[in-house]
Structure formats: structure tokens, C-alpha cells
Nanobody
């Protein structure tokens, strides 16, 4: 299995910034896509941003211009820089990775989630 460990959540005032990190570990795998999702109380889990192995990115309209996703392929790590945070960004943020693992085939792995709370 490919495990994901997230870090960097917390409490911040509106207009502030946070940086989330997510590191993948396991045996012999290739990650095609790394992404961040979020889930607010009572709502479904939605895609926030994704980055492909070649560097292409896509973002939810609600975070364009404020959030930046990046990845370090050598470290199998993905980052989410969140600027100009708004109270509506409050949610549990989940890291996800999609790829292929030797001996296991395709995989999709999820982190445990990290809470981001933006106060007004």
C-alpha cells in the first residue's frame, strides 16, 4: 500500500495563509496524480486542486488565484499553499494520490485529513 501523511493544517484568521504538505511512502510505486480535496461539515468531499506528474495543474474555481498546488516528485510530496483564506475555506483537507504500484496495480490512496479553520 501507499501511505499518505499530511501536515500543516490549523487555525488562521481570514486573509491569512497556510501551507499543507503530504508525503507518500511505500514500496515501488509511481504516482500519476496528486490532489487535495476538502470536506466541510454536512457537505460532500470536493476537489480543490490537482497536479499531474508532468506538472499540469487544475483548480476549483473557488480557489483559483488564491491557492497553489505543487509537487516534489523526488520526495513524493505534494504541497498546497493557501493564501487569502476565507471562512468558507474551513474544512477537513484530504490528500490523495493515484498511480501504479509494483505487484499491486493501480492504486488510489488517501491521507487521514487535516483540519483547516479560518476565522472571520
Amino acid at each position: 500500500q501507499v501511505q499518505l501523511v499530511e501536515s500543516g493544517g490549523g487555525l488562521v484568521q481570514a486573509g491569512g495563509s497556510l501551507r499543507l504538505s503530504c508525503a507518500a511512502s511505500g514500496s515501488t510505486f509511481i504516482i500519476n496524480t496528486m490532489a487535495w480535496y476538502r470536506q466541510a461539515p454536512g457537505k460532500q468531499r470536493d476537489l480543490v486542486a490537482a497536479v499531474l506528474s508532468g506538472g499540469s495543474t487544475n483548480y476549483a474555481d473557488s480557489v483559483k488565484g488564491r491557492f497553489t498546488i505543487s509537487r516534489d516528485n523526488a520526495k513524493n510530496t505534494v504541497y498546497l499553499q493557501m493564501n487569502s483564506l476565507k471562512p468558507e475555506d474551513t474544512a477537513v483537507y484530504y490528500c490523495a494520490a493515484f498511480g501504479i504500484q509494483s505487484g499491486a496495480g493501480r492504486f488510489n490512496s488517501w491521507g487521514q485529513g487535516t483540519q483547516v479553520t479560518v476565522s472571520s
